[in-house]
Protein backbone atom coordinates (compact mmCIF):
# COMPACT_ATOMS: atom_id res chain seq x y z
CA UNK A 1 0.00 0.00 0.00
CA UNK A 2 1.07 3.38 -0.16
CA UNK A 3 1.91 6.02 2.38
CA UNK A 4 0.01 9.07 2.87
CA UNK A 5 1.26 12.44 4.66
CA UNK A 6 0.11 14.53 7.97
CA UNK A 7 -1.59 18.01 6.55
CA UNK A 8 0.67 19.91 8.69
CA UNK A 9 3.48 18.74 8.99
CA UNK A 10 4.03 16.39 5.85
CA UNK A 11 5.00 13.44 8.02
CA UNK A 12 4.97 10.07 6.51
CA UNK A 13 2.18 7.88 7.49
CA UNK A 14 3.00 4.54 6.27
CA UNK A 15 0.32 1.93 5.69
CA UNK A 16 -0.49 -1.09 7.70
CA UNK A 17 2.24 -3.88 7.13
CA UNK A 18 4.24 -1.76 4.78
CA UNK A 19 7.65 -1.20 4.24
CA UNK A 20 8.64 -4.39 6.55
CA UNK A 21 12.18 -4.71 7.64
CA UNK A 22 12.77 -0.83 6.55
CA UNK A 23 10.03 1.01 8.86
CA UNK A 24 12.54 1.91 11.47
CA UNK A 25 13.94 4.35 8.66
CA UNK A 26 10.71 6.04 7.94
CA UNK A 27 9.87 6.26 11.30
CA UNK A 28 13.89 7.78 12.25
CA UNK A 29 12.81 10.46 9.70
CA UNK A 30 9.34 11.25 11.13
CA UNK A 31 10.96 11.49 14.46
CA UNK A 32 14.42 12.55 14.31
CA UNK A 33 14.77 14.41 11.64
CA UNK A 34 11.32 16.34 10.32
CA UNK A 35 9.37 16.53 14.02
CA UNK A 36 12.51 18.00 15.39
CA UNK A 37 12.72 20.44 12.39
CA UNK A 38 9.18 21.30 13.29
CA UNK A 39 9.92 21.70 16.65
CA UNK A 40 13.52 22.92 17.56
CA UNK A 41 14.30 23.89 13.28
CA UNK A 42 15.95 27.60 12.42
CA UNK A 43 15.73 28.15 8.77
CA UNK A 44 17.64 31.48 7.46
CA UNK A 45 17.03 32.28 3.93
CA UNK A 46 17.69 35.40 1.97
CA UNK A 47 14.52 36.45 0.47
CA UNK A 48 16.19 37.66 -2.69
CA UNK A 49 14.54 40.93 -3.14
CA UNK A 50 11.43 39.34 -5.14
CA UNK A 51 7.26 40.19 -4.21
CA UNK A 52 6.94 36.61 -3.05
CA UNK A 53 9.53 33.99 -1.38
CA UNK A 54 8.16 30.91 -0.95
CA UNK A 55 9.25 28.32 0.97
CA UNK A 56 9.42 24.95 -0.25
CA UNK A 57 7.37 22.36 1.31
CA UNK A 58 8.14 18.72 0.85
CA UNK A 59 6.16 15.23 2.03
CA UNK A 60 8.17 13.09 4.36
CA UNK A 61 12.04 15.06 3.67
CA UNK A 62 13.47 18.24 5.54
CA UNK A 63 11.75 21.29 3.73
CA UNK A 64 12.22 24.77 4.48
CA UNK A 65 8.28 25.34 5.72
CA UNK A 66 8.65 23.34 8.82
CA UNK A 67 10.92 24.75 10.62
CA UNK A 68 9.95 26.62 13.67
CA UNK A 69 12.12 29.58 13.58
CA UNK A 70 12.00 31.29 10.01
CA UNK A 71 14.79 34.34 9.78
CA UNK A 72 14.56 35.80 6.52
CA UNK A 73 17.91 37.53 5.59
CA UNK A 74 19.12 40.11 2.80
CA UNK A 75 18.72 43.17 1.08
CA UNK A 76 15.03 44.29 -0.14
CA UNK A 77 13.93 47.45 -2.13
CA UNK A 78 10.87 47.14 -1.26
CA UNK A 79 8.32 45.46 1.13
CA UNK A 80 7.97 41.59 0.30
CA UNK A 81 5.87 38.64 0.85
CA UNK A 82 7.12 35.37 2.48
CA UNK A 83 4.59 32.36 1.16
CA UNK A 84 3.96 29.36 3.61
CA UNK A 85 1.69 26.24 3.38
CA UNK A 86 -2.11 26.67 3.95
CA UNK A 87 -1.68 24.15 6.66
CA UNK A 88 -1.84 24.86 10.11
CA UNK A 89 1.01 25.72 11.64
CA UNK A 90 3.17 28.04 14.23
CA UNK A 91 6.26 30.13 12.92
CA UNK A 92 8.13 32.44 14.99
CA UNK A 93 8.94 34.97 11.95
CA UNK A 94 11.84 37.19 11.88
CA UNK A 95 12.56 40.07 9.86
CA UNK A 96 16.34 40.28 9.40
CA UNK A 97 16.54 41.98 5.88
CA UNK A 98 18.64 45.16 4.83
CA UNK A 99 16.69 48.25 3.69
CA UNK A 100 14.21 49.11 6.10
CA UNK A 101 10.55 47.59 4.56
CA UNK A 102 8.68 45.15 6.12
CA UNK A 103 8.38 41.43 5.16
CA UNK A 104 5.02 39.98 5.17
CA UNK A 105 4.66 36.03 6.20
CA UNK A 106 1.29 34.96 4.43
CA UNK A 107 -0.35 32.12 2.30
CA UNK A 108 -0.85 31.84 -1.26
CA UNK A 109 -4.30 33.27 -1.56
CA UNK A 110 -4.83 34.29 2.26
CA UNK A 111 -3.80 37.22 4.32
CA UNK A 112 -0.61 37.74 6.67
CA UNK A 113 1.34 39.55 9.14
CA UNK A 114 3.50 42.29 8.60
CA UNK A 115 7.09 42.05 10.54
CA UNK A 116 9.20 44.99 10.95
CA UNK A 117 12.82 45.03 10.15
CA UNK A 118 14.61 43.97 12.90
CA UNK A 119 11.85 42.42 14.88
CA UNK A 120 10.36 39.29 15.74
CA UNK A 121 6.95 38.22 15.90
CA UNK A 122 5.12 34.89 16.97
CA UNK A 123 2.62 34.20 13.95
CA UNK A 124 0.97 30.86 13.02
CA UNK A 125 -1.73 29.92 9.65
CA UNK A 126 -5.13 29.16 10.88
CA UNK A 127 -5.16 26.66 7.74
CA UNK A 128 -6.42 29.63 5.46
CA UNK A 129 -4.72 32.95 6.77
CA UNK A 130 -1.35 33.63 8.51
CA UNK A 131 -2.69 35.67 11.89
CA UNK A 132 -0.40 37.23 15.05
CA UNK A 133 0.19 34.92 17.48
CA UNK A 134 0.08 37.30 20.32
CA UNK A 135 -2.44 39.91 19.63
CA UNK A 136 -1.60 41.93 23.03
CA UNK A 137 2.54 41.77 22.56
CA UNK A 138 3.05 45.17 20.89
CA UNK A 139 5.75 45.53 17.98
CA UNK A 140 9.28 46.41 19.26
CA UNK A 141 11.97 47.79 16.39
CA UNK A 142 15.23 48.56 16.32
CA UNK A 143 13.90 52.16 16.59
CA UNK A 144 10.32 52.52 18.33
CA UNK A 145 8.09 50.82 20.78
CA UNK A 146 4.13 51.02 18.87
CA UNK A 147 0.78 49.69 19.50
CA UNK A 148 -0.51 47.66 16.57
CA UNK A 149 -3.06 49.95 16.25
CA UNK A 150 -3.42 53.56 16.92
CA UNK A 151 -4.90 54.41 21.14
CA UNK A 152 -4.61 50.71 21.11
CA UNK A 153 -2.65 50.71 24.52
CA UNK A 154 -2.15 52.27 27.31
CA UNK A 155 1.21 52.90 29.31
CA UNK A 156 0.60 51.64 32.71
CA UNK A 157 -3.03 51.84 34.23
CA UNK A 158 -4.73 53.84 37.63
CA UNK A 159 -3.53 51.17 39.63
CA UNK A 160 0.03 50.10 38.23
CA UNK A 161 1.89 53.04 37.58
CA UNK A 162 5.38 53.17 36.01
CA UNK A 163 8.58 55.12 37.66
CA UNK A 164 10.61 57.53 36.42
CA UNK A 165 10.79 58.88 32.50
CA UNK A 166 13.91 59.43 31.54
CA UNK A 167 14.67 60.92 27.42
CA UNK A 168 17.67 61.99 26.08
CA UNK A 169 18.42 65.63 24.95
CA UNK A 170 16.28 66.59 22.13
CA UNK A 171 13.22 64.04 23.01
CA UNK A 172 9.74 65.30 22.21
CA UNK A 173 6.46 64.59 23.70
CA UNK A 174 4.11 64.66 20.81
CA UNK A 175 0.07 64.43 20.89
CA UNK A 176 -1.77 62.98 17.99
CA UNK A 177 0.77 63.92 15.02
CA UNK A 178 2.15 67.16 15.96
CA UNK A 179 -1.62 68.73 17.42
CA UNK A 180 0.71 69.86 21.02
CA UNK A 181 4.15 68.98 21.33
CA UNK A 182 6.76 69.55 23.39
CA UNK A 183 10.70 69.59 22.83
CA UNK A 184 13.80 69.61 24.78
CA UNK A 185 16.95 71.55 23.75
CA UNK A 186 19.90 72.71 25.69
CA UNK A 187 18.25 73.77 29.28
CA UNK A 188 15.15 74.78 27.26
CA UNK A 189 11.13 72.91 26.74
CA UNK A 190 9.62 74.47 23.86
CA UNK A 191 5.72 74.32 23.59
CA UNK A 192 3.97 74.16 20.00
CA UNK A 193 0.73 73.91 18.66
CA UNK A 194 -2.31 74.37 20.98
CA UNK A 195 -4.04 76.67 19.29
CA UNK A 196 -6.89 76.88 21.88
CA UNK A 197 -3.85 77.78 24.61
CA UNK A 198 -2.71 75.93 27.86
CA UNK A 199 -4.96 75.85 31.15
CA UNK A 200 -4.10 75.16 34.54
CA UNK A 201 -6.41 74.52 37.29
CA UNK A 202 -4.20 75.92 39.96
CA UNK A 203 -1.64 78.84 40.53
CA UNK A 204 1.43 78.33 38.66
CA UNK A 205 4.53 79.05 41.15
CA UNK A 206 7.67 80.41 39.71
CA UNK A 207 11.67 80.15 41.29
CA UNK A 208 14.55 81.40 40.45
CA UNK A 209 14.93 83.27 37.33
CA UNK A 210 11.06 84.10 37.53
CA UNK A 211 9.15 84.46 34.28
CA UNK A 212 9.87 85.59 30.27
CA UNK A 213 7.31 86.36 28.12
CA UNK A 214 8.30 86.97 24.74
CA UNK A 215 5.63 88.41 22.28
CA UNK A 216 7.21 87.77 18.34
CA UNK A 217 4.94 89.36 16.47
CA UNK A 218 4.51 92.66 18.98
CA UNK A 219 0.71 92.42 18.68
CA UNK A 220 -0.34 91.17 22.23
CA UNK A 221 -0.86 92.87 25.95
CA UNK A 222 1.14 91.83 29.40
CA UNK A 223 -1.52 91.84 31.62
CA UNK A 224 -0.82 91.77 35.57
CA UNK A 225 -4.00 91.18 36.84
CA UNK A 226 -5.13 91.86 40.37
CA UNK A 227 -3.56 89.84 43.42
CA UNK A 228 -0.61 89.14 41.10
CA UNK A 229 2.66 89.26 43.41
CA UNK A 230 6.24 90.18 41.91
CA UNK A 231 8.38 89.62 44.91
CA UNK A 232 11.87 88.33 45.26
CA UNK A 233 13.94 92.05 43.57
CA UNK A 234 10.16 93.27 42.51
CA UNK A 235 11.53 94.33 39.20
CA UNK A 236 9.39 94.20 36.13
CA UNK A 237 11.26 94.25 32.74
CA UNK A 238 8.76 95.52 29.68
CA UNK A 239 11.17 95.14 26.60
CA UNK A 240 10.25 96.38 23.53
CA UNK A 241 12.33 96.09 20.16
CA UNK A 242 15.81 97.33 21.42
CA UNK A 243 14.96 99.29 24.05
CA UNK A 244 14.69 97.51 28.28
CA UNK A 245 12.22 99.91 30.21
CA UNK A 246 12.27 99.02 33.64
CA UNK A 247 9.89 99.57 36.63
CA UNK A 248 11.03 98.97 39.91
CA UNK A 249 8.70 98.41 43.02
CA UNK A 250 10.58 98.80 45.94
CA UNK A 251 9.92 98.10 49.29
CA UNK A 252 8.22 94.67 50.63
CA UNK A 253 6.28 92.21 48.38
CA UNK A 254 3.48 94.42 47.03
CA UNK A 255 0.43 93.75 44.72
CA UNK A 256 1.38 95.41 41.50
CA UNK A 257 -1.62 96.40 39.20
CA UNK A 258 -1.02 98.27 36.29
CA UNK A 259 -4.39 99.17 34.19
CA UNK A 260 -6.29 101.85 32.15
CA UNK A 261 -9.56 102.34 30.34
CA UNK A 262 -12.67 105.15 29.95
CA UNK A 263 -15.65 105.19 31.45
CA UNK A 264 -18.75 107.31 31.66
CA UNK A 265 -19.66 108.02 35.67
CA UNK A 266 -22.81 107.95 36.96
CA UNK A 267 -23.98 111.85 38.22
CA UNK A 268 -26.31 111.87 41.39
CA UNK A 269 -27.69 115.64 41.67
CA UNK A 270 -28.03 115.79 45.20
CA UNK A 271 -28.11 119.59 46.35
CA UNK A 272 -28.45 122.80 44.42
CA UNK A 273 -28.15 120.51 40.94
CA UNK A 274 -30.91 121.27 38.46
CA UNK A 275 -29.21 119.00 35.93
CA UNK A 276 -25.92 117.44 35.01
CA UNK A 277 -24.28 115.41 31.78
CA UNK A 278 -21.52 113.65 32.28
CA UNK A 279 -18.92 112.27 29.08
CA UNK A 280 -16.64 109.89 28.83
CA UNK A 281 -13.61 109.95 31.27
CA UNK A 282 -10.27 108.17 31.30
CA UNK A 283 -8.74 106.56 34.06
CA UNK A 284 -5.44 104.95 34.98
CA UNK A 285 -4.82 102.46 37.78
CA UNK A 286 -1.49 101.65 39.46
CA UNK A 287 -1.49 99.15 42.34
CA UNK A 288 -4.72 100.43 44.40
CA UNK A 289 -4.64 104.25 43.28
CA UNK A 290 -7.09 105.64 40.47
CA UNK A 291 -6.37 108.75 38.80
CA UNK A 292 -9.53 109.56 37.11
CA UNK A 293 -9.92 113.16 34.80
CA UNK A 294 -12.14 114.32 32.40
CA UNK A 295 -15.54 117.06 31.95
CA UNK A 296 -19.17 117.38 33.33
CA UNK A 297 -21.44 119.82 32.64
CA UNK A 298 -23.18 121.05 36.09
CA UNK A 299 -26.45 123.09 35.99
CA UNK A 300 -26.71 124.51 38.91
CA UNK A 301 -30.29 126.01 40.64
CA UNK A 302 -29.23 129.02 42.41
CA UNK A 303 -25.85 131.08 42.90
CA UNK A 304 -23.56 131.02 45.69
CA UNK A 305 -25.40 128.71 47.32
CA UNK A 306 -23.50 125.26 48.58
CA UNK A 307 -23.65 122.82 45.72
CA UNK A 308 -23.53 118.96 46.13
CA UNK A 309 -23.18 116.14 43.34
CA UNK A 310 -22.51 112.25 43.25
CA UNK A 311 -19.84 110.46 40.89
CA UNK A 312 -19.79 107.27 40.50
CA UNK A 313 -15.84 105.80 40.05
CA UNK A 314 -14.72 103.25 37.38
CA UNK A 315 -13.15 100.89 39.45
CA UNK A 316 -15.28 100.28 42.87
CA UNK A 317 -14.07 100.79 46.05
CA UNK A 318 -15.39 100.69 49.93
CA UNK A 319 -14.09 104.01 51.22
CA UNK A 320 -13.24 104.11 55.02
CA UNK A 321 -12.89 108.17 55.12
CA UNK A 322 -13.20 111.10 52.82
CA UNK A 323 -9.80 111.46 52.49
CA UNK A 324 -9.34 108.07 50.79
CA UNK A 325 -10.41 110.26 47.68
CA UNK A 326 -9.07 114.29 46.75
CA UNK A 327 -9.64 116.45 43.82
CA UNK A 328 -11.11 119.52 42.35
CA UNK A 329 -13.05 120.92 39.43
CA UNK A 330 -13.71 124.52 38.21
CA UNK A 331 -15.39 126.00 35.03
CA UNK A 332 -13.29 128.49 33.14
CA UNK A 333 -14.76 131.78 32.67
CA UNK A 334 -17.22 131.33 35.66
CA UNK A 335 -16.37 133.27 38.98
CA UNK A 336 -16.15 131.77 42.13
CA UNK A 337 -17.14 128.36 40.46
CA UNK A 338 -14.94 125.25 41.86
CA UNK A 339 -15.05 121.97 43.44
CA UNK A 340 -13.32 120.07 46.35
CA UNK A 341 -13.17 116.37 45.00
CA UNK A 342 -13.75 113.88 48.28
CA UNK A 343 -14.80 110.32 49.10
CA UNK A 344 -18.37 109.43 50.12
CA UNK A 345 -18.36 107.00 52.50
CA UNK A 346 -22.11 106.21 52.43
CA UNK A 347 -22.77 105.48 48.80
CA UNK A 348 -18.74 104.25 47.89
CA UNK A 349 -18.48 107.50 45.01
CA UNK A 350 -17.18 110.76 45.22
CA UNK A 351 -18.55 113.73 45.28
CA UNK A 352 -18.59 117.45 44.07
CA UNK A 353 -18.94 119.29 47.05
CA UNK A 354 -18.41 123.32 46.79
CA UNK A 355 -20.33 127.47 46.78
CA UNK A 356 -22.24 127.97 43.08
CA UNK A 357 -21.00 130.59 41.62
CA UNK A 358 -22.49 134.19 40.67
CA UNK A 359 -24.09 132.77 37.60
CA UNK A 360 -26.67 129.62 36.90
CA UNK A 361 -25.56 129.29 33.92
CA UNK A 362 -25.22 125.97 32.72
CA UNK A 363 -21.47 125.24 32.66
CA UNK A 364 -18.67 122.76 31.69
CA UNK A 365 -16.24 121.81 34.31
CA UNK A 366 -12.81 120.42 34.20
CA UNK A 367 -11.85 117.81 36.93
CA UNK A 368 -9.09 115.60 38.06
CA UNK A 369 -9.18 113.05 41.46
CA UNK A 370 -7.38 110.27 42.99
CA UNK A 371 -8.78 107.53 45.10
CA UNK A 372 -7.94 104.80 46.89
CA UNK A 373 -9.54 101.17 46.20
CA UNK A 374 -10.38 99.40 49.40
Known amino acids: MVSSYSPSLRLELMATGDQSGTWGTTTNTNLGTLLEQAIAGVLSVAQGDVANLTLTATDGASDEARNMVVNI ?32 FKTAAGTGVSVLPGTSQWVYCDGTNVVAGLVDLQTLSLTALSPTT ?16 FLASGGVINWNNGDVTVTHSANTLAFAGASSGYTF ?59 SGVYTPT ?48 IASNFATQSNAGGAAAAAGVALSAFAIEADVTNDRVSFRGVSGSGTANSGFSFSFTYRII
Open 150 to 165: TDGLALGTTSLMWGDL
Open 201 to 259: DAAVTLTNTGLHLLDTDASHDLIIAPGSNLTADRTLTVTTGDAAHTLDISGAPINVVIA
Open 267 to 314: LTNTTNVAASTAYECPYMRVGDMVLVSGIVDIDVTAATTVTLMGMSVP
Open 73 to 104: TGAITAARNVVVPTAEKVYLAKNSTTGGFAVT
